[in-house]
């Protein structure tokens, strides 16, 4: 089971951490990728960040406003986003994979969280 939270209401410029707490299963078995949906729009990848943690990769569009942490003694995955802008509303969710390597397809993705509400306003 995957657990989001940290989602709340922030103004443009400021910054959330979100949590992805895992229980259940070791998330050093797994890579973990953030995405988001907005309202009427289709899910989004965010990024994703490998077994070990060592490896991360990040969309374009949020390359150094976003940044993906891992512990997995504390089998957590966090997700610090800085510069918010309104158009990173959304709800926000983190999903795990057991595959080697890693994907931007959330198809490809075992299990998921229910997400958690970020909001960003002018």
């Known amino acids: 089971q995957l657990v989001e939270s940290g989602g709340g209401l922030v103004q443009a410029g400021g910054s959330l951490r979100l949590s992805c707490a895992a229980s259940?299963?070791?998330?050093?078995?797994?890579?973990v990728a953030w995405f988001r949906q907005a309202p009427g729009k289709e899910r989004e990848w965010v990024t994703t960040?490998?077994?070990?943690?060592?490896?991360?990769y990040t969309a374009d569009s949020m390359k150094g406003r976003f940044v993906v942490t891992k512990d997995n003694a504390k089998n957590t995955v966090w997700l610090q986003m800085n510069s918010l802008k309104p158009e990173d509303t959304a709800v926000y969710l983190c999903?795990?994979?057991?595959?080697?390597?890693?994907?931007?397809?959330?198809?490809?993705?075992?299990?998921w969280g229910r997400g958690t509400q970020v909001t960003v306003s002018a």
């Open positions: 960040i490998t077994k070990t943690g060592k490896d991360t």
């Open positions: 999903a795990a994979r057991s595959g080697d390597g890693w994907t931007d397809s959330g198809l490809l993705y075992d299990f």
């Open positions: 259940g299963r070791p998330l050093s078995d797994y890579s």
